[in-house]
């Protein structure tokens, strides 16, 4: 109650604004209407910014090209079975058939429907980008965050821990953690998860390194915001454009590390309809039956070229050094 008076007796009194705590809120409520302009300034300048960048994208026609491309394969991802004109496990004719208009892709080694494998196939693969680098972003991100925020021992250890792992190659890593675990699709997604963590934590490292050091940060922290707070709010908000560009990349680069583990029998096993082992079933009949893993490699090719292009997209839309006019 006396704190309460205290503030009603420092705040401006004036006609309708009361006196004592009645007072102290009115006060309170007035200055919060003082800074509303600025708010409403900072969220035009935020949606001018946005927009800007939505504009420089659309003006890459690759970048709008691999984007169509990526989201009809997750359009064929989503449908999955509905679209198969067969069964992708079932042998539906002679084994090796050419493409034709009754199997458009050809038939395998057992007849099964290759159009259908791919199509189905595509789920697969898509879910395993996607979830390899939610594995691999959840962690480095929070490592990065931790190692540039704190500094010191903190980011001593951290970057040490991910010079090591960056040591080895993210398919040779993948490898090692695949030997440990067993071949599956699962452990596969794992892997590259896992493979994928050191990237996240430097990059998202050398962001807050500079971003904390900004005015902003500096004025947050010292009118006694916790540590956390500056950290998810100030910090990793303003940091975000690089770790979504890495991701786009990383998306393309883990379907292909995927695959190319399945391709060794590593990740998925028969029948799963995966690219990768798709592609590894007709290596040995590629002069005879080229349809089996051509296909296939088609379509990795292209949604790895695709994440790649739209990565390269969103880096020359998000990042303010590429940035040559609104």
Same mark, same amino acid.
């Given at each position: 109650?006396?704190?309460?008076? @205290?503030? *009603?007796? !420092? #705040?401006?009194?004036?006609?309708?604004?009361?006196?004592?705590? +009645?007072?102290? =809120? *009115? +006060?309170?409520?007035?200055? +919060?209407?003082?800074? &509303?302009?600025?708010?409403?300034?900072?969220?035009?300048?935020?949606?001018?910014?946005?927009?800007?960048?939505?504009?420089?994208?659309?003006? $890459?026609?690759?970048?709008?090209?691999?984007?169509?491309?990526?989201? +009809?394969? &997750?359009?064929?991802?989503?449908?999955?079975?509905?679209?198969?004109?067969?069964?992708? %496990?079932?042998?539906?004719?002679?084994?090796?058939?050419?493409?034709?208009?009754?199997?458009?892709?050809?038939?395998?080694?057992?007849?099964?429907?290759?159009?259908?494998?791919?199509?189905?196939?595509?789920?697969?693969?898509?879910?395993?980008?996607?979830? #390899?680098?939610?594995?691999?972003?959840?962690?480095?991100?929070?490592?990065?965050?931790?190692?540039?925020?704190?500094?010191? /021992?903190?980011?001593?250890?951290?970057?040490?821990?991910?010079?090591?792992?960056? @040591?080895?190659?993210?398919?040779?890593?993948?490898?090692?953690?695949?030997?440990?675990?067993?071949? #599956?699709?699962? $452990?596969?997604?794992?892997?590259?998860?896992?493979?994928?963590?050191?990237?996240?934590?430097?990059?998202?490292?050398? #962001?807050?390194?500079?971003? !904390?050091?900004?005015?902003? =940060?500096?004025?947050?922290?010292?009118?006694?915001?916790?540590? /956390?707070?500056?950290?998810?709010?100030?910090?990793?908000? $303003?940091?975000?454009?690089?770790?979504?560009?890495?991701?786009?990349?990383?998306?393309?680069?883990?379907?292909?590390?995927?695959?190319?583990?399945?391709?060794?029998?590593?990740?998925?096993?028969?029948? &799963?309809?995966?690219?990768?082992?798709?592609? @590894?079933?007709?290596?040995?009949?590629?002069?005879?039956?080229?349809?089996?893993?051509?296909?296939?490699?088609?379509?990795?090719?292209?949604?790895? %070229?695709?994440? $790649?292009?739209?990565?390269?997209?969103?880096?020359?839309?998000?990042?303010?050094?590429?940035?040559?006019?609104?």
């Amino acid at each position: 109650m006396d704190r309460e008076i @205290a503030i *009603a007796e !420092k #705040s401006p009194v004036g006609p309708g604004r009361g006196t004592g705590a +009645a007072g102290a =809120v *009115a +006060a309170l409520e007035l200055d +919060a209407d003082t800074t &509303t302009p600025e708010s409403a300034q900072r969220s035009r300048e935020t949606r001018t910014a946005r927009s800007r960048s939505i504009r420089r994208f659309l003006r $890459n026609r690759g970048a709008v090209v691999a984007l169509v491309v990526l989201l +009809a394969w &997750t359009l064929v991802a989503l449908l999955g079975a509905r679209i198969t004109p067969y069964d992708p %496990i079932e042998p539906m004719g002679l084994a090796r058939q050419p493409p034709s208009a009754e199997f458009w892709f050809g038939t395998d080694l057992l007849g099964r429907d290759v159009f259908s494998r791919v199509l189905v196939g595509s789920q697969i693969s898509l879910q395993l980008g996607l979830i #390899s680098v939610v594995l691999g972003a959840t962690p480095g991100v929070l490592l990065g965050l931790l190692a540039g925020y704190f500094g010191g /021992w903190v980011d001593a250890l951290i970057s040490r821990i991910m010079d090591a792992l960056l @040591a080895f190659p993210s398919i040779l890593l993948a490898l090692v953690i695949i030997a440990s675990l067993g071949p #599956s699709l699962r $452990n596969v997604m794992i892997a590259v998860g896992i493979a994928t963590v050191p990237q996240y934590a430097r990059l998202v490292r050398g #962001s807050v390194l500079s971003i !904390k050091q900004l005015p902003y =940060v500096e004025a947050a922290r010292v009118v006694g915001n916790p540590h /956390w707070r500056i950290m998810t709010r100030h910090v990793l908000v $303003n940091g975000y454009a690089p770790v979504v560009v890495l991701s786009t990349l990383q998306i393309g680069n883990a379907i292909l590390i995927g695959s190319g583990l399945s391709f060794l029998g590593l990740g998925a096993q028969p029948p &799963t309809p995966e690219w990768g082992l798709m592609s @590894a079933e007709g290596r040995d009949v590629l002069r005879r039956a080229w349809w089996i893993s051509t296909f296939p490699g088609v379509a990795i090719l292209s949604v790895v %070229i695709a994440c $790649n292009l739209v990565g390269d997209g969103l880096r020359s839309a998000l990042d303010p050094r590429m940035r040559v006019d609104g």
